[in-house]
Structure formats: C-alpha cells, structure tokens
C-alpha cells in the first residue's frame, strides 16, 4: 500500500469524519472489532473487543474509543482498520478525507497515476494480420504436413522412399533451416 500519509496519520486526519457521519453503524462497527478480534487478536484482545461490541454503549461513543485505541496501539493496527474498512465498506474508504485528497494530488501529477482512478485505453485501430488466407488454409496446410509425417514415421521402407523426392520437392518453399532438416530425414 503505497499512500501519501502512514496509516497512523490517516487515522488522525479521518478520525472526525468516521465519527461525525453515520454511515459507520453499528454492524460496520461490530464487523470491524469482530476481525480485528479474529484475525489480529493481538490488537485487540478479546476483552476489549467485547467492549467495544457492547449494544449498550452508543456506537457514537464506541467508534472513538476505538479509533483512539488502535492510534495508540500504533501503525499496524491503523493499517489493519483501514484494510478491513477497506473490505466491508468500500464506499465509506473511498469517501474519506485522506483518499479524496491523495486522489485529487494524483490526478493532478500526470506522472503517477492511480489504476483505480485513471481510465488510461489506448487502442490502436490497425489489425495486424499475419496470414490473411483465413482458418482454413492454416488447416488444410497443417493436415497435408500431419499426413506427410505419418507416412513418412509409418510408413513401409518401399513407401518411405518413394517419398523421398516428394520431400526434396516440398523443401524448396521452406526456410534454410526447415529444408536442412526436412531434407536430413529424406535422406536416411
């Protein structure tokens, strides 16, 4: 994650936005302290993720204590909350006062520019055509080459000679290489 602030100063800054608008609510809440709990228990223990899950405390008053526990449990619980706010509420991360201004800064730097946010296509309208004979040419000349080498590896001592001028023959139309080759096998 490569961002503008460390997640310990994003917390500070985003802190009274999380707070002040209702779309953390209780359950984005609980599903917060309930993976924190899960997954980094040595973040928040068990105990106090039961505190901060008590129903009978508003979560106007569990969201700051929250957000002020993981500030002074330090830059790893920061990263952990914004990941998992990241996960279970998307448009609350991306509405938030630190991802608006790194997305407006990176908007404005035409040399950096965040996938997510830049639609970058470039298409070009050229087709390159490498053989414009079509999907039947290539299949009719891949079953004669299929044929010749069954004959050529089944085939009878009397039937493999007289394929030998056939494949001098069809060697003039290939490359240097193809012909040594295909010529070296019409020889033995």
């Known amino acids: 994650m ?31 302290v309930l993976q924190l709990n899960r997954i980094y228990p040595q973040i928040l223990s068990d105990k106090e993720a039961h505190r901060f899950r008590n129903l009978s405390v508003p979560t106007e008053v569990r969201l700051p204590e929250l957000l002020t526990h993981l500030y002074l449990k330090g830059e790893e619980a920061c990263h952990e909350f914004y990941r998992g706010l990241h996960i279970h509420a998307e448009d609350v991360y991306t509405s938030l006062p630190t991802r608006v201004r790194q997305r407006v800064m990176l908007s404005n730097m035409p040399d950096i520019a965040d996938p997510k946010w830049t639609v970058n296509v470039t298409s070009s309208p050229e087709r390159f055509v490498l053989n414009d004979r ?16 069954l004959l050529y590896y089944y085939g009878e001592d009397d039937t493999l000679r007289s394929t030998g001028p056939f494949l001098h023959c069809s060697a003039t139309a290939l490359g240097k290489g193809a012909k040594d080759v295909l010529i070296s096998y019409a020889e033995v």
């Open 134 to 149: 079509g999907p039947m040419f290539f299949l009719s000349c891949f079953s004669f080459l299929f044929g010749v080498a």
């Open 2 to 32: 490569t961002d503008i602030y460390d997640c310990h100063e994003k917390l500070q800054r985003d802190a009274q936005f999380l707070c002040s608008h209702q779309r953390m609510d209780t359950e984005l809440v609980d599903r917060l």
